[in-house]
């Protein structure tokens, strides 16, 4: 491609009485030689955008430079056609006029050098490259309960062919022995029908739908658009490909028997709230050990929720799940008594209604309390023991029943026998000796099955099924997309993803569905889904030099990278996020994006003026994620926040992407300190790519070995991880570093 350049200043919003424009045009003109470049006073109004086209249809400009607000503002009047135009945009607006000192020379040395990265990132960038593969626009939904049904019936309903694939003989889920659904409509006090079998009735005679019963998927290959699916049902093997997958295979209860002191198993007059409402739904309620309708029932709420030897998270519905039991026991006999010991009372929205007309019946006792024990008594009774009690009294209360409120388990993958098969399959590629290598590589064998748990049965080279969290729910960024999985193109829904009653999941479907389409339209354009949502670049690779390393395919977070068996990255482009972490993972550098590479950073930070040590103007360069980081800087920005023009800033995709070679050219080209600043990571963690940030910590150790070989105090180097809304601690970590690398003192290879 020959490239025609064009440079476009704007001098509205501040930036003109902060910088002299006139100046950084003369950097574009003379030390670059843009053939075009002009200055403009609204670059986002109608005449700036008219002059851009008329200079694109007249000049035969394809490769521009805009240098004017945040790339995070105003897109849709800087979108161009990435095939046909290389755009790049330059913050001068909230990173130089709106928060460096008016008319200074360090304010505009910071414009300046921000424009001459814009320049060499756009020199160094190629048009991207519109791909047409085949693309299947087919939904496959796992799951066929009340999350499955609803997530087929709205995909559907969109236009899309759906298969729908579920374990048992029939539809329904939990919800087909469900006697009564919660209120959902005012005065939100009376009980409704759970309406799954017209659910049922409308998908099994959807004609966009296709059903599997008794079914089971036993292989799951390719990538999104293209996801070819082996089916077995009533013994014979059906191939279907889907271009994306909605996972909503439910929940179950708690184990039961786990919470021996509260009395399961001690009699059978104490069952779970999922026995209760079957027994509701098969017509009565009656007591286990001899058939007779109960007197008085006692709930014990949180059993194993919230608690950390058993469930540390809350199950959500259980509350409103015995306030609908205490209902039904009413139904059958008026003068049966209730006892309701809960932890806290949790009946969000309109469902407090609901709480407080159950907690206005008289013959319901609700209490806050722990139950210590539950006994056999003489009579045939139960006896439970109650502390912790509002009045401060402990309580004994004879009842004839016992209805443990269960927690929720998602019917996901075994989370635990996953980690420990990734563990050590790891430790079998990277041990410290031989033997631990051996023992790793046996112990992993023996995990391969995964205990038998799988559902998807994916071929991935990172395991056959979804990545989960500790508690077991298959992992998504929790903040921003909730029904993401670190499986491109597969989404979670309902129990399987968090608990929640029947009306959240039908609307957790809706949500899952809208996303599943999502991503097949945008494959079917070879454009990326979150956070990079229409990025048509994809990560190329150079393979005549990969050593086999394994680096990339091991760190990628989202599986996008299978091997073959000497351990060549095999991609799989449609998995891809475009966040770049196996970029920043490739110690031969042979990865890289047509306008994202390690090359063009390099050049970037290279484009950068390093002042001579006698003028005392220290440099620091600063890495900063784009989703969390850099929009921090931009709301100091918008804030009007002042920090040290010293600065200059790179947004990298993901911190994970951040390749230790950059740190190393920095140092070594006379920076005087680098800073770091990426999402949170941990057990919440809020980086958009999952793991990038931790990643990116991990690779920092090699960094160390970098310092001490150029002889180089540690300090100069620094990482932080802070959330967008830490905007107002964001230029204090600057201004505070600054300080520490002028008491430090210059890089001694400045001037090199």
């Not at 001690?266 to 509701?280: G, Y």
């Not at 351990?567 to 994006?593: D, H, L, V, W």
């Not at 040290?644 to 005087?672: H, K, Y």
């Not at 204090?732 to 290879?749: A, T």
């Amino acid at each position: 491609m020959d490239k025609k350049l064009a440079v476009y200043i704007c001098s509205g919003c501040s930036i003109g009485e902060t910088v002299d424009v006139e100046k950084m045009a003369k950097v574009a003109e003379k030390e670059y030689k843009a053939p075009i470049c002009r200055v403009h006073p609204c670059l986002c109004g109608k005449e700036g955008l008219e002059l851009i086209q008329k200079d694109m249809a007249a000049e035969g400009v394809n490769t521009m430079v805009i240098a004017a607000c945040s790339p995070r503002v105003k897109t849709a009047a800087f979108t161009f056609d990435p095939t046909a135009v290389i755009a790049e945009r330059v913050n001068i607006r909230e990173h130089v006029a709106w928060c460096q000192k008016p008319k200074d020379e360090d304010t505009q040395m910071m414009a300046e050098d921000y424009l001459r990265m814009g320049i060499v990132k756009a020199q160094k960038s190629e048009l991207l490259e519109a791909v047409s593969d085949p693309i299947s626009k087919t939904i496959l939904v796992v799951g066929g309960g009340i999350t499955g049904i609803t997530s087929a019936l709205e995909a559907a309903a969109a236009g899309y062919e759906v298969v729908l694939v579920e374990k048992q003989p029939q539809l329904g889920g939990f919800m087909s022995f469900v006697k009564n659904r919660l209120p959902q409509e005012p005065p939100y006090q009376g009980l409704e029908p759970n309406g799954i079998a017209e659910k049922i009735q409308q998908v099994l005679y959807n004609p966009k739908v296709k059903v599997f019963t008794s079914a089971k998927i036993a292989r799951t290959s390719g990538q999104p658009g293209q996801f070819d699916v082996t089916i077995e049902a009533e013994g014979k093997a059906t191939e279907v490909r889907v271009g994306a997958i909605v996972m909503a295979t439910g929940w179950k209860p708690y184990d039961a028997a786990k919470l021996g002191h509260l009395g399961y198993g001690l009699s059978p007059d104490v069952v779970t709230n999922v026995e209760f409402e079957k027994m509701a739904a098969s017509g009565q309620i009656k007591r286990p050990s001899d058939g007779k309708a109960p007197e008085s029932v006692l709930f014990v709420q949180c059993a194993g929720s919230r608690d950390k030897e058993h469930l540390p998270y809350c199950s959500s519905v259980c509350c409103l799940a015995t306030l609908k039991h205490a209902t039904y026991i009413h139904e059958q006999n008026a003068d049966a008594k209730v006892f309701i010991v809960y932890k806290d009372m949790r009946t969000p929205a309109q469902n407090e209604r609901f709480y407080r007309f159950a907690q206005d019946h008289p013959l319901n006792f609700l209490t806050k309390g722990e139950v210590a024990k539950v006994e056999k008594s003489g009579d045939g009774k139960l006896s439970v023991s109650v502390t912790n009690t509002l009045l401060g009294e402990d309580l004994l209360i004879p009842v004839d029943m016992v209805v443990l409120a269960a927690g929720m388990v998602p019917n996901s993958a075994d989370g635990e026998a996953i980690r420990a098969f990734e563990d050590a399959k790891l430790k079998a590629e990277k041990g410290d000796s031989e033997s631990q290598r051996a023992d790793a590589a046996k112990k992993a064998d023996e995990l391969k099955c995964h205990q038998g748990t799988e559902i998807l049965n994916l071929t991935y080279r990172q395991g056959p099924d979804l990545p989960v969290l500790r508690h077991g729910f298959p992992d998504s960024h929790f903040v921003c997309f909730p029904y993401e999985t670190r499986r491109t193109g597969i989404y979670a829904a309902g129990c399987v993803r968090a608990p929640m009653d029947s009306l959240h999941a039908e609307d957790d479907a809706l949500g899952a569905a809208m996303k599943a389409v999502q991503s097949v339209e945008l494959a079917s354009k070879g454009k990326a889904v979150h956070p990079r949502s229409q990025d048509l670049s994809f990560p190329s690779f150079f393979l005549q030099r990969c050593t086999q390393c394994k680096r990339c395919t091991e760190e990628c977070p989202f599986g996008t990278l299978d091997e073959d068996e000497k351990g060549t990255p095999k991609p799989n482009p449609y998995r891809c996020r475009r966040c770049g972490i196996c970029m920043g993972a490739c110690p031969e550098r042979i990865i890289s994006f047509k306008n994202y590479s390690v090359d063009m950073i390099a050049s970037m930070i290279k484009s950068i003026e390093i002042p001579p040590e006698e003028d005392e103007k220290p440099r620091v360069l600063v890495f900063m994620c784009e989703n969390d980081a850099y929009p921090a800087l931009d709301i100091a920005g918008m804030n009007h926040v002042m920090y040290d023009p010293c600065v200059r800033i790179i947004p990298l995709r993901c911190l994970g992407s951040m390749n230790i070679v950059w740190i190393a050219d920095a140092l070594s080209s006379g920076f005087d300190g680098v800073m770091l600043f990426g999402c949170k990571y941990g057990d919440d963690y809020q980086c958009h790519f999952a793991k990038g940030s931790e990643l990116a910590n991990r690779r920092l150790d090699n960094v160390k070995e970098t310092l001490q070989r150029l002889q180089l105090e540690k300090e100069r180097i620094e990482v932080h991880q802070l959330a967008i809304n830490e905007y107002d601690k964001l230029p204090g970590l600057i201004n505070k570093f600054m300080d520490l690398i002028r008491e430090i003192g210059p890089n001694p290879y400045k001037g090199f």
